[in-house]
């Protein structure tokens, strides 16, 4: 692994309720360990670590039009043990505008049209990343199977802690805990323990 690109909540209701139920509420339901993490979007992975690269300059210099419109779709089974169980992002044109910028921007040799391809191609949690753009904010990180009564009790969770899902885009104001407008760019050095991520951020940009 390399550097990640994320996206944080803004500090909030949200975030906090977000952060708890990450930590605290849902890993009693896995039936084994899972590591701690805090709430991101991730907006590109792979990124080169390397010593000359001024990560805050290339945040600074992301031509961003808006800030992100971030909606809660539904929760999501994946195979993969980073996309376990998350909470798909719909695709709004603003967060489709920054991954592009962000893309582009960070990767290097990466031209902005390859960007707008990845960004436009669906793929699901279960695949990978590289693929394609899949918008997601990963509530538990774990590498066996989640079963039926386990899913029940996590869409409980997540019903009970009042964050709203909403299958169709309706558009205008974000509605309550559905999901955030802005938030910050971070960038993560993912080499590390994923329990050491929060301590490894190497730049960052409030939106």
């Known amino acids: 692994m390399a550097a990640s690109l994320w996206l944080l909540p803004p500090p909030g209701a949200l975030s906090t309720i977000l952060e708890t139920l990450i930590s605290n509420t849902l890993p009693p339901r896995i039936p084994g360990p899972v590591p701690d993490f805090q709430p991101h979007i991730t907006i590109s992975s792979g990124i080169p670590l390397t010593s000359s690269t001024d990560f805050q300059n290339v945040l600074d210099s992301i031509t961003i039009q808006e800030p992100p419109v971030i909606r809660f779709r539904r929760i ?23 991954a592009v910028a962000a893309r582009s921007a960070i990767l290097p040799g990466y031209t902005e049209e390859e960007a707008r391809c990845w960004v436009e191609k669906y793929t699901t949690p279960a695949e990978s990343g590289q693929e394609g753009f899949i918008p997601h904010l990963s509530l538990v990180y774990y590498g066996e199977e989640v079963e039926g009564s386990v899913r029940l009790g996590v869409g409980s969770d997540v019903d009970d802690a009042g964050v709203v899902l909403e299958e169709v885009d309706g558009g205008g104001d974000v509605k309550g805990m559905g999901g955030w407008v802005g938030g910050k ?14 301590d490894s951020i190497l730049a960052e940009r409030v939106l």
């Open 185 to 198: 760019l971070v960038v993560v050095d993912t080499t590390k323990r994923v329990e050491q991520w929060k």
């Open 76 to 98: 999501r089974y994946g195979t993969a043990f980073w996309t376990k169980i998350t909470i798909e992002i719909h695709k709004s044109t603003s967060l489709k505008s920054l």
